[in-house]
C-alpha cells in the first residue's frame, strides 16, 4: 500500500541559509499535517492543510512558510535557519472522512540538521 | 487547549503486561489515538477509541473514559520489539488535529 513519502529523508544545512521539504500523502488523502520532533520531545504541531487551503496553525515560526499544491502534496519552506531548527521533520496525512480509520499516517520524516 | 499527562518512562519485563496511563483535558473531543514511536522514526498507528470502553487488538489493547478523560494502552506477552516510545494523542473536533503528550518511553528487559 502506498506511504506517505518525505523528501528528503536527511539534509544538512548551514545557519541562515533555507530548506524546503516535500511531503506526498497517501492517494485520496486530501488533508496534510506537518510536525516537528526535535531530540526528546514529543512532536509539535505546525501546520495543517485541506483541499490546498490551510486548515489551522501552531507552533510555527514567521520564517517557515508551507503551502498544499493541486495534486495535494505540501511543501514547507524554511528560511533563515537557526541551530534550533534542527529536529525531525514529520508529514501526516488523512482523508476527510469520519469513521474508524481515519487516523493519520506519517510519513518517515525529514531529519534536518543545521550547523 | 489541550493538556495531556502521560508517565514518561516505564520499565517492564520481556513476557509480562504492562499498562500505559493518559490522561487528557481538551475542549471538543473527538476521539483519542496511541502511537508507537521507535527512536528516529515515524510515529505508527495503534489504536483509535471514540466510545468509553475497551478495543483490542491482538496484544494491544486501548481503554477510554470520555467522562473521566482518562485513557489506557494495555501491551501483554511483551517483546523486546515493543521498547518504544507511546504516544497519546487525543483528536480535537473541528480542526481534528491531534495533540500529542510527551510519550512513555517504555523500555523491556529480558
Known amino acids: 500500500a502506498a506511504g506517505v513519502i518525505q523528501s528528503p529523508r536527511h539534509l544538512i544545512k548551514e545557519k541562515r541559509e533555507t530548506a524546503t521539504l516535500k511531503c506526498y500523502p497517501i492517494p485520496r488523502h486530501d488533508t496534510v499535517y506537518w510536525y516537528q520532533q526535535g531530540p526528546g520531545q514529543d512532536p509539535q504541531f505546525l501546520i495543517s492543510f485541506y483541499e490546498k487551503m490551510q486548515s489551522d496553525k501552531g507552533s510555527i515560526p514567521d520564517r517557515f512558510s508551507a503551502q498544499q499544491f493541486s495534486d495535494y502534496h505540501s511543501e514547507l519552506n524554511m528560511s533563515s535557519l537557526e541551530l534550533g531548527d534542527s529536529a525531525l521533520y514529520f508529514c501526516a496525512s488523512r482523508p476527510r472522512v469520519t469513521g474508524r480509520n481515519y487516523g493519520y499516517t506519517f510519513g518517515s520524516g525529514t531529519r534536518l540538521t543545521v550547523v | 487547549g489541550q493538556n495531556i499527562d502521560q508517565p514518561t518512562e516505564m520499565t517492564a519485563t520481556e513476557g509480562a503486561i504492562v499498562q500505559i496511563n493518559c490522561t487528557y483535558q481538551?475542549?471538543?473531543?473527538?476521539?483519542l489515538f496511541w502511537y508507537q514511536q521507535h527512536a528516529g522514526e515515524a510515529p505508527t498507528f495503534l489504536s483509535y477509541?471514540?466510545?468509553?470502553g475497551l478495543e483490542e487488538k491482538g496484544r494491544f489493547s486501548s481503554f477510554l473514559s470520555r467522562s473521566k478523560g482518562y485513557s489506557y494502552l494495555l501491551l501483554k506477552e511483551l517483546q523486546m520489539k515493543d521498547s518504544a516510545s507511546y504516544l497519546c494523542?487525543?483528536?480535537?473536533?473541528?480542526?481534528?488535529?491531534?495533540?500529542f503528550g510527551t510519550g512513555t518511553r517504555l523500555t523491556i528487559i529480558p
Open positions: 481538551t475542549s471538543g473531543f473527538n476521539g
Open positions: 494523542a487525543p483528536l480535537n473536533f473541528g480542526n481534528e488535529k491531534l495533540t
Open positions: 477509541n471514540v466510545l468509553d
